[in-house]
């Protein structure tokens, strides 16, 4: 394994990271890409990787096989399995499956959906276990998109005139 395979850095402001094990500690980051990714303390705008662990860290946009929060915050986390331990996330999208613990998520979706004490405005699955609270669910969803669709139909109609 060379230099180029393992890239660390602690209390320092990147710009860009690339490498098969990335570890980064109280740090800024603009984009990180890497095989396996270990975030403590960073914030960072967007990361690519194959495993991304993230503790009391911040990202704007995450797409990855396995991602792992901890006291974590993203806006967009895209994968194929999520684990959520006390985080937030405006939006998670998993391919497989979610789960979480003490969360937070704006929109969720994924094939099966573990949750325990979560909070969710819109969640999306084909199998949901444990207790989570919703604000919408799928009919509350389509009634509003409905309205909303009427309204900005009969908006455009007007516009025209």
Known sequence: MTDADIKEAEKKDLEFIEAEFVN?????VRSIEGGHI??????ALSIDGERVEIVQSAAGIINGSD???NQGVSMVTACNNANMNYSFSAVSIARDSTSVNRSAIGVMGAR??????STAFVMIANRVEGEVNTLLDWKSALA???VLGGIFGLI????RR
């Open 156 to 159: 455009s109609i007007f516009k």
């Open 38 to 43: 270990e975030l403590q303390q960073v914030g």
């Open 24 to 28: 980064v500690k109280h740090s800024t």
């Open 144 to 146: 509003i998109g409905t």
């Open 112 to 117: 099966e959906i573990r949750a325990e004490n």
């Open 67 to 69: 991602v792992y929060f």
